[in-house]
Every structure is written in structure tokens, then in C-alpha cells.
């Protein structure tokens, strides 16, 4: 029965063959290249998933980019070494966030510029429509408003 059990729970969706998870051990000379690595990891996409850094595929070339990543690590390299080596073999897409240059200006400038653009967008309909509220008042509301805000409050 324990048998039955087991095979079900390995074979089924939310068995355990659904969780498993990408565990590999890597010793590390010391806990800062560790830190670096897991950084790294985190900050390089996948080639072939495409959603997912490295550290969370399970792809082949994610495997071997995580040797490759923790060997560059082991050998010394900085980590804008490391990164010049995987966008030269990958390209740009490989970091999820890529770096400045004319490529991807626009990428980088597009919140500030649309941010400007909202504020400029709503100050100009908070004008007009102020304006033709104003518009649409008659001189003598217009002169009772002036009467009203010039007396004296108790």
C-alpha cells in the first residue's frame, strides 16, 4: 500500500517530481566568491527559457552556464569580466538588466519620459478644464464669486 502511495505521490502534479528544485553544491574558497555567485546567478538569463535566471532552470545550457559562472568565479575573474563574457557568447539578453549604451537608451530613459509625459498631460487637463469652468460661469455668477471670496470670514 506504502508502494501505491508513493508511486502516486511521485507521478501525480503536485507529487513530489513537481518540486524539485535545482540543488547543486559548489565549495567555495571563501564566502564572498559564494555571495558573488548566487548575485550572478540571479542576474543571468537563461538562453533557452528565457523567463528564468540561471540559478532557477533546470535547461541543460543553464547547468552549463552555472559551471562555467562558478569556474570564471574560482579563476579570479570580476564580475563585470563575467558578465563581458556572457554577453559576448549570449548577447545583451542574457542580463536582465543590461547595461547603458545606444541600444537600450531608450529602455532606460522610457519611465522618466513617461512619467514627464503623464505630469505634463494632466497638469494641461486640470488647466482646461479649469478654464472652461470658468468660462461657462455668467458675469454676474462671476461677480457674486468675487463678492463672496472679498467679504470678511467670522
Not at 559564494?34 to 540559478?55: D, F, G, T, V, W
Not at 488647466?127 to 470678511?152: F, N
Amino acid at each position: 500500500m506504502r508502494a501505491v502511495i508513493f508511486v502516486l505521490l511521485c507521478c501525480s502534479p503536485w507529487g513530489a517530481s513537481s518540486t524539485w528544485a535545482v540543488i547543486e553544491t559548489y565549495e567555495f574558497s571563501s564566502p564572498d566568491l559564494e555571495r558573488r555567485y548566487h548575485a550572478l546567478s540571479q542576474e543571468l538569463r537563461c538562453p533557452k527559457c528565457q523567463n528564468q535566471n540561471i540559478a532557477d532552470s533546470n535547461a541543460p545550457i543553464a547547468r552549463d552556464l552555472r559551471v562555467v559562472l562558478y569556474e570564471q568565479l574560482q579563476a579570479g575573474a570580476s564580475d563585470d569580466e563575467i558578465l563581458a563574457f556572457m554577453v559576448a557568447r549570449y548577447g545583451e539578453f542574457v542580463r536582465y538588466r543590461p547595461g547603458m549604451d545606444r541600444n537600450t537608451v531608450l529602455l532606460w530613459a522610457a519611465p522618466g519620459l513617461l512619467l514627464v509625459l503623464g505630469a505634463m498631460g494632466l497638469f494641461a487637463h486640470f488647466r482646461q478644464r479649469s478654464s472652461q469652468v470658468h468660462a461657462a460661469l455668467t458675469d454676474s455668477e462671476k461677480s457674486e464669486i468675487e463678492r463672496l471670496l472679498q467679504e470678511p470670514r467670522a
